[in-house]
């Protein structure tokens, strides 16, 4: 089955304290890219991927860090959350062609207070 | 401006009603164009493609507007299980990996 897997799926943490969102796919995508998704704007980019060890800023990119070391996994990393940063965030992969679908994990509710 | 806008509703009509959504966009050399739905709390999932020429998958129908720069989804036939926010997405025409998405439009279909 098509997937994208990402964890922790719920967090609670508090300002500065370092931590890690895990994203996999079994889809052999290259294309991955990370979204937050606050009320009333929307889904917004935060990183993608355009390959293993090619990542790039989507549009609201401070605050966070992305690796690509594998093709599979694209973490994303906070280190040093603020409570801004309380989102719901995606994680999302695509195959190429310019009208593939992308598919999304089910999302991580992080609260940073 | 932002790169997507969409009337945020919420759209409340009853079953059996047909209703359609639309959605703008700004950058007149986008290519590709897409309605995705998304249930409370949920992840989006792709509904349909939008295609230059239109599109049909059963009660649900697309239609791309390049001169005035809009997408429309159209719904006949209103189920219960329709009630859902609608996104429309669509990329950023010199760069194929960057998508934009509306915020979305809520659709509530009553009994």
């Known amino acids: 089955e098509a997937q994208v897997t990402q964890n922790p799926r719920y967090l609670i943490t508090v300002t500065g304290k370092k931590l890690t969102v895990t994203c996999s796919q079994n889809?052999?995508?290259?294309?991955m890219s990370w979204y937050r998704q606050d009320p009333g704007l929307g889904l917004r980019q935060i990183y993608y991927?355009?390959?293993?060890?090619?990542?790039d800023k989507g549009d609201v990119p401070e605050g966070y860090k992305v690796s690509r070391k594998e093709k599979r996994n694209f973490p994303l990393i906070l280190e040093s959350p603020s409570p801004n940063q309380t989102s719901l965030y995606f994680c999302?992969?695509?195959?190429?062609?310019?009208?593939?679908?992308?598919?999304f994990g089910e999302g991580s509710w992080l609260t940073v207070v | 401006r932002k790169e997507v806008e969409q009337d945020p509703g919420p759209f409340n009509v009853p079953e059996g009603a047909t209703v359609a959504f639309n959605c703008t966009y700004s950058?007149?050399?986008?290519?590709?164009f897409f309605w995705y739905r998304q249930d409370c709390r949920k992840e989006p999932k792709l509904l349909m493609s939008?295609?230059?020429s239109g599109n049909e998958d059963g009660r649900f129908t697309a239609q791309l507007n390049r001169a005035s720069q809009y997408i429309s989804l159209l719904i006949r036939d209103s189920k219960l299980s329709d009630s859902a926010t609608y996104l429309c997405?669509?990329?950023?025409?010199?760069?194929?990996?960057?998508?934009?998405f509306g915020s979305g439009t809520k659709l509530n279909v009553k009994p």
């Open positions: 999302a992969s695509r195959g190429g062609g310019s009208g593939n679908t992308i598919y």
């Open positions: 889809m052999n995508h290259e294309y």
């Open positions: 991927s355009m390959n293993v060890e090619v990542t």
């Open positions: 950058n007149s050399a986008s290519q590709s």
């Open positions: 939008v295609y230059s």
């Open positions: 997405v669509v990329n950023l025409g010199d760069n194929f990996n960057k998508f934009y």
